[in-house]
């Protein structure tokens, strides 16, 4: 039978929150303000020991590594497969959503689109040139088929009310058509656009390169500019655009301006807060 001194001893013992047994050892864990055996502080979802790892996670009950608590409870999920990103995985972002290098691919053909390619984009769907281009004609054929009305205006409305679409790659855009004069000398007296207004304009480039008094009118409203600011940045996107026509002896649709080239830098997610 132990002694009294021995009773004393065991009840003074701390209790493993892994096992439920005594901890007789002279080394224990502290995590989550509670005693662990140095074998029994384990993953709940993969077993991995947790003693030589330098975080671990606690939530609903559960002990986490990082991969596994990133997988469960990520605040970025992927916008295609809606599933988690860990912290030390490779992203791709495009406008206000993050993608895994994977799910990055055409909505239509599903392939995945390499670095220097264009894309574009509606809601969180990702579609390379070609499908993207496609679907462009395909709006623009049904809306020949609607109704009455001025066609042109209603692309363009379509144009504007659809050029969040056409934001793109964060970390890769195309050059902006602006700022400098046909002989390449920087003007004495310069414009910032605004990320909105610069699609805005640019994705009515892709319909008219050269609007009239109305349209401009309407761009003015929608963007905030001047008319007049309006038709010095659409006389230096026509000239770009015939340069680039002149410099690669072959015509470029105008759409292609639209689409987005992927940066060949894909980002780091930021872990997320515990």
């Not at 809306?143 to 504007?160: C, D, I, S």
């Not at 655009?241 to 759409?255: A, D, E, G, H």
């Amino acid at each position: 039978m132990p002694s009294a001194d021995q009773m004393n001893q065991l009840d003074k013992c701390t209790m493993c929150a892994g096992c439920g047994t005594r901890i007789l050892e002279r080394f224990y864990l502290l995590a989550v303000d509670r005693e662990w055996h140095i074998d029994c502080l384990k993953c709940s979802e993969c077993d991995l020991r947790l003693d030589n790892e330098l975080t671990c996670f606690s939530r609903d009950g559960l002990i986490l590594c990082r991969d596994d608590y990133y997988k469960r409870f990520s605040i970025k999920k992927c916008s295609s497969c809606s599933q988690g990103i860990s912290s030390k995985e490779l992203v791709m972002r495009a406008r206000d959503h993050v993608y895994h290098i994977g799910c990055f691919a055409c909505d239509r053909c599903k392939r995945m689109l390499a670095t220097g390619e264009y894309f574009g984009m509606r809601g969180m769907r990702i579609y390379c040139k070609e499908d993207y281009e496609e679907l462009l004609r395909e709006e623009s054929h049904s809306g020949k088929n609607t109704g009455k009305g001025r066609p042109r205006k209603r692309r363009l409305a379509a144009a504007l009310d659809s050029v969040s679409a056409l934001s793109g790659f964060t970390l890769g855009s195309p050059d902006d058509l602006n700022g400098v004069t046909s002989d390449g000398r920087p003007k004495r007296v310069r414009t910032s656009f605004k990320h909105h207004q610069l699609r805005a304009m640019k994705a009515y480039f892709a319909i008219n390169h050269n609007p009239d008094a109305k349209d401009l009118k309407q761009l003015s409203q929608k963007t905030g500019l001047t008319k007049r600011v309006l038709q010095v940045w659409f006389q230096n996107a026509r000239a770009k655009f015939r340069r680039t026509v002149c410099n690669s002896q072959s015509p470029l649709s105008p759409s292609c301006e639209q689409l987005t080239p992927v940066s060949g830098n894909p980002g780091t997610e930021t872990p997320a807060a515990v």
